[in-house]
């Protein structure tokens, strides 16, 4: 069988910024994937941290945010 490990704080941080920085602006979960060319159900699962992100996926969320992709793996707590 196919080993499965358990998610790491990156991807807790990955989502917690992602879904903050779409709050802020205002837009749903579905037109937000619509806007960037995401599947809605992928998107929100990248969101609830189910989601092992690819970089370029990454990308492609900070472009529609209009933030940089550093900023989507900050720690706020670490400040």
């Keep these: 069988p196919v080993k499965r490990s358990h998610p790491g704080l990156l991807r807790n941080i990955l989502a917690t ?6 709050l802020e602006r205002g837009v ?15 998107y929100g699962g990248v969101e609830r941290g189910e989601r092992n992100i690819s970089i370029d996926n990454i990308e492609r969320i ?14 706020a707590k670490a400040d």
């Design 62 to 75: 900070a472009k529609g945010l209009e933030v940089s992709p550093y900023v989507l793996l900050k720690d």
């Design 17 to 22: 910024n992602i879904r903050r920085c779409r």
């Design 28 to 42: 749903s979960q579905q037109d937000f994937a619509l806007e960037i060319e995401m599947g809605r159900t992928y």
